[in-house]
C-alpha cells in the first residue's frame, strides 16, 4: 500500500484488524519500497522483497511480533545485488527463490529458519552455470520445484529433494527430452508436480508423479543355529 511518504510498502492485515499493519522497509530509513509475496498457513510469518540502502531489492521474512524486516541477502559473498522469495512452507520456516550469485547468474535457492542463510540448488547444466527459479515448495519445505537452464540452453523442470547435492531434471513430453518444460506448484507431500512442456514445439500442461526411493531397511538378525548339548 502507499504510506504517507509516497512510497509503496508492504502490509499485514488480520481478521479482526481496523487497519493494516505497514511492514517498512530494509533501508535504514524505513521509508523504501518493499512487496510481500509469500505467507504461511498460519499467516504468523510473511516473505516478500525489499529495497535496501544500496539501492538493491532483496528477499526478507518477517514474523508475528517482530518490529522490522529481516533480509536475506544474496548467493553473492558480499551480499549484494537481487533476489527475491517465490515459496514458503506452510510453517514458515522454509523459503524458496532466487537470488544473485558471484559468477553473475540469478539462480535458485533454498532459506531455512534453522540455516539462517541461503542455500544455492545450482542448475542442470554440466558446468552448474545458467539460470534457476525455485516456483514451489511442499509443505514441509523439503522438496523444491522449479526451472533452470540445461547444457542445451533450453529452460527445463527440476525437482530438488533435502539433502540432494543438485537439483534433476524433468525433461519433457519429447522423447529426447529436447524442448522447454518448468514446474509451477507441487502437492503438499512433495510427490506430484505440475507445469507445463513441450510436445512437438508446443507447450502443454503436464504432471509429474514422483517416486523417491525408499529408505533401506536394517536387516533383520539371523538367529543362531541351536548348538548340541555336551
Same mark, same amino acid.
Do not use: F
Given at each position: 500500500s502507499w504510506t504517507d511518504g509516497y512510497s509503496q510498502q508492504g502490509f499485514i492485515w488480520r481478521e479482526g484488524d481496523e487497519r493494516m499493519t505497514n511492514l517498512g522497509s530494509l533501508t535504514t530509513d524505513n521509508k523504501g519500497w518493499s512487496s510481500v509475496q509469500n505467507i504461511s498457513a498460519d499467516g504468523s510469518t510473511v516473505a516478500g522483497t525489499s529495497e535496501t540502502d544500496a539501492g538493491d531489492f532483496q528477499a526478507f521474512i518477517w514474523r508475528q511480533g517482530e518490529t522490522n524486516l529481516t533480509g536475506l541477502g544474496t548467493l553473492r559473498a558480499d551480499g549484494r545485488g537481487e533476489s527475491q522469495t517465490n515459496a514458503i512452507s506452510t510453517n514458515g520456516r522454509v523459503l524458496g527463490g532466487y537470488a544473485d550469485t558471484d559468477d553473475g547468474f540469478s539462480q535458485a535457492f533454498i532459506w531455512t529458519r534453522e540455516d539462517g542463510r541461503m542455500k544455492g540448488l545450482g542448475t542442470q547444466s554440466a558446468n552448474n552455470n545458467g539460470l534457476s527459479r525455485v516456483t514451489a515448495l511442499s509443505a514441509d519445505g523439503s522438496v523444491a520445484a522449479g526451472f533452470s537452464e540445461t547444457d542445451s540452453g533450453n529452460y527445463q523442470a527440476f525437482i530438488w529433494h533435502k539433502g540432494d547435492i543438485r537439483v534433476s531434471g524433468l525433461g519433457t513430453l519429447n522423447p529426447d527430452n529436447s524442448g522447454f518444460s518448468g $514446474? +509451477?506448484?507441487?502437492?503438499?507431500?512433495? +510427490? %506430484? %508436480? $505440475?507445469?507445463?512442456?513441450? &510436445?512437438?514445439?508446443?507447450? @502443454? $500442461?503436464?504432471? #509429474?508423479?514422483? @517416486? #523417491?526411493?525408499? $529408505?533401506? /531397511? =536394517?536387516? &533383520? =538378525? %539371523? =538367529?543362531?543355529?541351536? /548348538? =548340541?548339548?555336551?
Open positions: $514446474a +509451477t506448484s507441487i502437492s503438499d507431500d512433495g +510427490t %506430484v %508436480v $505440475a507445469g507445463s512442456a513441450h &510436445k512437438n514445439g508446443i507447450s @502443454r $500442461a503436464v504432471i #509429474w508423479k514422483i @517416486r #523417491w526411493p525408499e $529408505a533401506p /531397511q =536394517p536387516e &533383520k =538378525p %539371523v =538367529p543362531e543355529a541351536p /548348538q =548340541p548339548e555336551k
